[in-house]
């Protein structure tokens, strides 16, 4: 077996455990609708991707700070954790909900996005501060504070930290990207 190798590739249906097919049951019947590349090699601990999609399904459809907003912390997150299958999945979602290209190609290349409007700007920076100092600066929670408020700063907090984890179990699993149109991590 090479060492990029799917370690947990998907489990036939069949083979599923009542629990395994409880849990996936429950992510089919919700707005995913069918039992999507994370949570393939998750199904392994039934009860763990239970709360892990429950937790996702808030932060991805309905948290606080909205789609658009999300959908960067994502990227950047995918981006830290060079995980191709979240950047592969979110990448399209990422541009339909205006996200500009130019600030994807930029944040593929590790670059600062230039011209991003106020919100974009203030994710970026929190985001980027969150995963290379493990903290926020207090100016950057401040402004937080100020634009999303209380609950939007925990919720773009909680994205970032549902999909690094995420982003490593797909990466310890080497889970395979899913086709994407979209720009590709490089």
Not at 9 to 35: F, S, V, Y
Not at 136 to 160: C, H, K, P, R
Request: hydrophobic share 40%; proline share 9%.
């Amino acid at each position: 077996m090479s060492s990029d190798a799917d370690r947990l590739p998907p489990i036939h249906p069949d083979a599923w455990t009542p629990a395994q097919r409880a849990e996936a049951q429950e992510i089919i019947n919700g707005p995913r609708g069918k039992l999507i590349t994370p949570f393939i090699p998750l199904i392994r601990s039934p009860e763990l991707m239970g709360h892990c999609q429950r937790m996702g399904e808030y932060l991805r459809y309905r948290s606080s700070i909205g789609l658009r907003l999300s959908e960067l912390a994502i990227l950047l997150t995918a981006r830290f954790w060079n995980q191709s299958a979240e950047w592969a999945i979110h990448a399209p979602i990422a541009l339909e909900q205006g996200i500009a290209p130019s600030t994807m190609d930029a944040i593929l290349d590790g670059r600062e996005p230039v011209g991003l409007p106020p919100d974009e700007a203030l994710v970026f920076r929190f985001c980027q501060e969150l995963h290379a100092t493990k903290t926020v600066s207090e100016a950057v929670w401040e402004q937080s504070i100020q634009m999303l408020g209380e609950q939007g700063t925990i919720d773009l907090i909680g994205v970032n930290g549902y999909y690094a984890m995420l982003a490593m179990v797909m990466n310890a699993a080497h889970t395979p990207a899913p086709a994407s149109p979209g720009p590709k991590l490089r």
